[in-house]
């Protein structure tokens, strides 16, 4: 049966946008533009999951968000606008699954969604490990193995290279792989993502001066190769 999406999101043309994106992608849409009606919606009917704009014209979206926690564990999946850094941290503290930065991809939302619904199945793919070739990155243990060696790397680091993987063959920007690595360094300058790569390149390149694991981008950021050996 369908997963059932409800989508509290009051710009109009935003909203339709991804009713029918994710329409297509196999989900049945309801659409709220107001916080009360997205309330209303949530108590009658049980949705799989809740994309909620945090910028509502009735009601914040973080307040939406606690009040529905106080009754459901919906998974939430946030929209943030630019500049909403401690929006997103208080909206994870109170319980919503995960974040999307606007303006995005629809097939970005489409991927987090999908990673919250399984996660809520139970099927926990986070917990399986990444294999890139000679390279294994085992999220669950916080390990890393080059040939079945293991590699040391920081907390961060590591978080930044799981970004990378997941995103495997995508371009990411230094601002999406802070998001992305989300943690402890959130003030991080933009320069010092170069600093960790390359630090994260001194384990996991056979030759860290010609990478091919993590390549740089010109103007644009890094992608994480997908085909390795
Ligand atoms: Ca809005």
New binding site residues.
Partial sequence: MAERILIA???PR?AEMLHEYLGQAGFRVSLAARGADALEQLAAVEFDALVL?????DMD?LDLCRRLRATSDTPVLM?T?RGEATDRIVGLELGADDYLPKPFEPRELLARLRTILRRRRGQLPLERPLQFGRLEIDRAAHALRLDGKPCTLTGYQFSLLVALAENAGRVLTRETLMDLAKGEQLDAFDRSIDVHVSRIRAAIEDDPKAPRRIITVRGAGYVFARAQD
């Fill in positions: 999101e009051d710009d935003l704009d945090l910028g509502l014209p979206g929209l606008a």
